[in-house]
Nanobody, 113 residues
Framework: QVQLVESGGGLVQPGGSLRLSCAVSGRIISAYSMAWYRQAPGEQREWVATVYPGSTTSYVDSVKGRFTISRDNAKNMIALQMNSLKPEDTAVYYC???????WGQGTQVTVSS
């Protein structure tokens, strides 16, 4: 059974940084693309970033240059480094094995002064 546990969210001021982590159990992630998604209040869940098995990355335009997705296959984890945060980044952030239907519980990120 695949389980994903996100952590690292919190309250941060605009311009600040946070680092999210996602620990995966029940599946070795090294052969899989891994992704971060987010869902803001009243909005649909949206894709944020993907890291491919060879560590190539892709991002939604709104976070390019500010967010960095990475993977640590030895620890079976991925991370999302978020810099220069904006109020519009406020959302619950989820990680996902791209080809799997499983979701974690998410971690709340709130950007506010």
């Amino acid at each position: 059974q695949v389980q994903l546990v996100e952590s690292g969210g919190g309250l941060v001021q605009p311009g600040g940084s946070l680092r999210l982590s996602c620990a995966v159990s029940g599946r070795i992630i090294s052969a899989y693309s891994m992704a971060w998604y987010r869902q803001a209040p009243g909005e649909q869940r949206e894709w944020v970033a993907t890291v491919y098995p060879g560590s190539t990355t892709s991002y939604v335009d709104s976070v390019k240059g500010r967010f960095t997705i990475s993977r640590d296959n030895a620890k079976n984890m991925i991370a999302l480094q978020m810099n220069s945060l904006k109020p519009e980044d406020t959302a619950v952030y989820y990680c996902k094995i791209s080809s799997s239907p499983n979701w974690g519980q998410g971690t709340q990120v709130t950007v506010s002064s």
